[in-house]
């Protein structure tokens, strides 16, 4: 027959186990939606959004034009890519001298705002802005919740 205690804390690791998981698919939803909108987030002309979808037949006889983005989606790539790896590298350094709360904070402090830069913005610079913005979130996010997991036990 279990014990009190033992459905407790079975019921505590389940609890946490959930928590986590809920944590890290909401820090990471942003790092991810900025690579699949990477041709939308680049399809920024004069201020307003240029649809990706071209209204011209596909089974054209001849090709007269390309439509080419003067930067490729590999800018949103790496827009997304190196800040992360730059907070994972040198966050932990730092981290212990900011208290969990403000942390967290700021992760989802970074988190929206890189949706609204990206929303709102009027050109590529501010939009791959909002993506860098999405990347660092995620980058303290991750160092920062994989610490908190020492806490808690197995």
Not at 3 to 28: H, K, M, P, Y
Not at 47 to 56: I, L
Not at 65 to 79: D, E, I, W
Request: net charge positive; with cysteine; aromatic share 10%.
């Amino acid at each position: 027959m279990p014990t009190v205690e033992g459905d407790s804390s079975r019921q505590s690791s389940s609890r946490n186990r959930f928590a986590f998981w809920i944590i890290g698919l909401c820090n990471n939803f942003a790092y991810v939606i900025m690579l699949s909108a990477a041709e939308d987030i680049l399809s920024v002309v004069d201020g307003s959004k240029a649809s990706s979808k071209s209204t011209d037949d596909p089974c054209q006889n001849s090709v007269v034009h390309r439509q080419c983005q003067p930067l490729s989606t590999g800018s949103v790539l790496l827009a997304n890519i190196i800040p992360c790896l730059v907070v994972k590298i040198f966050y932990p350094f730092v981290m212990h001298h900011i208290p969990f709360g403000v942390r967290h904070f700021f992760v989802v402090l970074l988190q929206i705002s890189s949706f609204l830069v990206v929303a709102f913005s009027r050109n590529i610079v501010m939009s791959l802005t909002g993506v860098a913005l999405a990347s660092i979130g995620a980058g303290i996010g991750e160092v920062t919740f994989l610490s908190l997991t020492t806490y808690f036990p197995k």
